[in-house]
């Protein structure tokens, strides 16, 4: 059965940092590429950052030099390190993975990040 949690969410300052995490189980993670999406309220969902199986990254140009997406195959997890929070960066922050050259696809149920003083 697949699991997917993601935590880490919550309410900060501006200049302030979270790190959410992606926790799965059931699934073969060390072969799935990951990514992070935000969506803010009446806005459509999108990508963040993402980090292949082989740990290739890649972030939207408004994130870079402030998050970090990351992996550890060994815990079966990924993780996004935000700093220096905008309010801009508010939204749900989603966890989606995709296993190349198959139709196996996951999200997470998303957690919140609000940022504002």
């Known amino acids: 059965q697949v699991q997917i949690v993601e935590s880490g969410g919550g309410l900060v300052q501006p200049g302030g940092s979270l790190r959410l995490s992606c926790a799965t189980s059931g699934v073969t993670f060390k072969a799935y590429d990951m990514a992070w999406y935000t969506q803010a309220p009446g806005k459509q969902r999108d990508l963040v950052a993402s980090?292949?199986?082989?740990?290739?990254?890649n972030y939207t140009e408004s994130v870079k030099g402030r998050f970090t997406i990351s992996r550890d195959n060994t815990q079966n997890t990924m993780y996004l390190q935000m700093n220096s929070l905008t309010p801009e960066d508010t939204g749900v922050y989603f966890c989606y993975g995709s296993r190349l050259g198959t139709q196996q696809r996951f999200w997470g149920q998303g957690t919140q990040v609000t940022v504002s003083s």
């Open positions: 980090i292949s199986s082989g740990g290739i990254t």
